[in-house]
């Protein structure tokens, strides 16, 4: 801190370099130039954006001119210090406030579209975008102080402040210098895993699931990495924390066991590759898509469009139905019909097959069958047998299949039957007793009926 403290300059130098001529004409250069490039940004802006949403370009030629316009103000600075330099040179006047200022806006440029291009690669629209600014700002103040050697001083000033834990001395320096380093780490972790995951994703040798499992596995242990790295990089002692691991693996086997539970089974699933990406699995009430595989849970992309997060560990303890597993998509749809007694089955199983076959999303190998199952109540049992690769749409299939068949039975004059009864009275009780005499009799012993016949009898 002392000598911190002994480095800064004077009051006397201070007072001639304020009362330097060339240092105010150095410092209006610079706010003009500030001003210029900010106007001149703002009209420029808008235009290169425009471009940019037009779809005109994409690529990497896109990515540049989108970093570009992301750099333009301090880009535009550069340009007009690096030109005033020159000219107070040539005229012999000093630059003691340019050149430093033309390093700070240069490297400004450079960084800002460093960032966007990073950040590009690694999540386009994810978390990243809203930390551009402030990891710009980061890397430039650490590049500014480096530049203006401040940095030694600035160490010296935080390494001051430090908080001793029995033999761990933990300072202000090694807090700043840990996150810092681990910002970086885990940005050169990131990107890393997803070069890996595309390379791995644009492999034909690997399957879906196997290319999941590298993915996850490669991000996982970069990861882990980058955090032991960002720790060395700070000197803190990793063996200090021996206590805190210990805590932690009691706290793993009490309270975050179902995490782990689910954090294991995702990777049991993706590597022996029972449940795939693009699969059409059942899972108690849920039928749908599997869309993703995370270390935690899977997606399920139903028919009403909804996503159903499962978690890993519900899907190794229970009974899944996998529609399409190994990528065999076929399946079988039994399409039960019932006619009337007095309809040919022959003529109708081959109506059947017919209408099978005549739709587009009914497989012709294996062919479609029709079968004669039973006789019931009220009609003849058969079910038509088709073959489909269209497992989420199955539902879609059968419905159209019968749409056809009664449209076809209705012109051909087949019957579908519906449950009917037939009562025949073979005789009454009684044979001098009519239906119409039954009924009028009845109705006399009806409690009105009695009624009635006692006010009209005459009293005796």
């Known amino acids: 801190m002392q000598d911190l403290l002994e480095a800064l300059p004077s009051n006397e130098a201070i007072r001639d370099f304020l009362n330097s001529p060339s240092t105010w004409w150095q410092i209006g250069i610079f706010l003009a130039g500030l001003l210029l490039a900010k106007l001149i940004g703002d009209r420029l802006l808008p235009r290169l954006q425009s471009v940019t949403k037009a779809g005109g370009i994409e690529g990497v030629s896109r990515t540049a001119v989108r970093s570009g316009a992301m750099a333009l103000v301090p880009l535009l600075l550069w340009l007009w210090l690096l030109a005033f330099s020159a000219i107070l040179r040539n005229h012999g006047w000093a630059t003691g406030l340019l050149r430093p200022a033309m390093i700070l806006a240069g490297a400004l440029a450079v960084i800002r579209m460093g960032v966007f291009v990073l950040r590009h690669s690694l999540s386009p629209g994810g978390p990243l975008k809203a930390w551009e600014g402030v990891l710009t700002v980061t890397i430039w103040t650490l590049v500014a102080l480096h530049i203006l050697g401040w940095f030694p001083w600035v160490e010296e000033l935080l390494d001051d402040y430090a908080l001793n834990f029995g033999k761990l001395r933990i300072s202000l320096l ?27 994703a644009s492999s034909r040798v690997l399957d879906d699931s196997m ?23 700070a000197d803190i002692d990793i063996t200090a924390f021996a206590v805190f691991g210990g805590a932690l693996g009691v706290g793993l086997g009490l309270g975050l066991q179902r995490v782990v539970s689910n954090f294991v089974s995702g990777f049991i699933l993706v590597f022996e590759g029972s449940i795939r990406p693009g699969d059409v ?4 009430n849920t039928f749908g898509t599997v869309r993703a595989l995370h270390t935690r849970h899977i997606v399920i992309h139903t028919r009403d469009g909804m996503d159903i997060l499962v978690p890993n560990e519900n899907l190794m303890t229970s ?10 998509r076929k399946i079988r749809l039994r399409l039960p019909v019932q006619t009337g007694y007095n309809d040919d089955p ?50 879609d299939v059968r419905s159209d299949l019968f749409q056809h068949i009664w449209k076809d039975f209705k012109t051909a004059g087949i019957t ?16 001098a007793i009519s239906p119409a005499d039954a009924r009028s009799g009845s109705r006399a012993k009806s409690a009105r009926g009695r009624k009635l016949a006692a006010k009209a009898s005459p009293p005796d």
């Open 281 to 284: 699995i059942s899972f108690g």
């Open 211 to 233: 290319k999941v499992a590298l993915s996850k596995l490669v991000k996982f242990v970069l990861l882990t990495l980058a955090v032991l790295a960002a720790m060395m990089a």
């Open 416 to 431: 579908l039957p519906f449950p009917q009864r037939d009562l025949y009275i073979k005789e009454f009780p009684g044979s």
């Open 319 to 328: 009974e899944i139905t996998n529609w399409s597993y190994e990528g065999d």
């Open 174 to 200: 090694n807090v700043v210098s840990f996150v810092l380093s681990i910002a970086v780490m885990l940005l050169v972790a990131l990107w890393l895993a997803n070069a890996i995951r595309n390379r791995v």
């Open 346 to 395: 022959e003529q109708i199983v081959a109506r059947l097959e017919r209408i099978a076959l005549e739709h587009n999303r009914v497989l012709k190998d294996p062919a479609p069958a029709a079968i004669l199952t039973g006789f019931g109540d009220n009609g003849v049992n058969l079910e038509l047998l088709v073959w489909t690769q269209d497992p989420e749409r199955g539902a």
